[in-house]
């Protein structure tokens, strides 16, 4: 599996492996908090964008369930929040595109450790492979 011809193979098989997974869930709904994130960066200016920088993702959504931006409570992810108004502004209210950005996203890692891999154990395609497959199966 060596040479360039082995690591595009590689490479092909885990780009396509999130969808071979996942595809079956590309024109689901959205799921539980969604909503709540969609509704709540919809109509808010570009410098909100940037404050998730350094301040909870979620705003204010949740303070009535004990989540406070102001105590600290809550997540620090912009480019999540970053991703869901760019498909926003693509997608609309159409699930699929942000499932569809996802998967992508997600081949995307895939590739990267199985690079990260090869990184760490040059000449080992094999076992690069098995490890980027099985965070593609299980991620967590």
Known sequence: MSGRAGRAGC???LFCLPFALYGVN???????DDFD????????????FWQ???????????????????LGRGYLRPV?????????IVSGTDPFGYHL??????SGL??????????LLPGREPFALL??????????
């Not at 909870?56 to 102001?70: L, V």
């Not at 950005?101 to 997600?106: A, D, G, K, M, Y």
């Not at 895939?110 to 990184?119: D, G, N, Q, R, T």
């Not at 490890?131 to 967590?140: F, S």
Request: net charge negative; glycine share 6%; no cysteine.
């Open 101 to 106: 950005t996802s998967t992508l996203v997600f």
């Open 110 to 119: 895939l590739i990267a450790v199985f690079l990260l891999f090869l990184e």
């Open 80 to 88: 999540k929040i970053w991703l869901l108004k760019a498909n926003q």
């Open 131 to 140: 490890a980027a497959a099985a965070a593609g199966v299980h991620p967590t």
């Open 26 to 32: 590309l024109d689901d709904y959205f799921l539980g």
């Open 52 to 70: 998730r920088l350094y301040g909870n993702e979620a705003g204010d959504i949740w303070k009535d369930a004990g989540f406070d931006a102001a």
């Open 37 to 48: 994130f969609l509704v709540s960066i919809h109509d808010q200016p570009a410098s909100y």
């Open 11 to 13: 490479l092909a098989l």
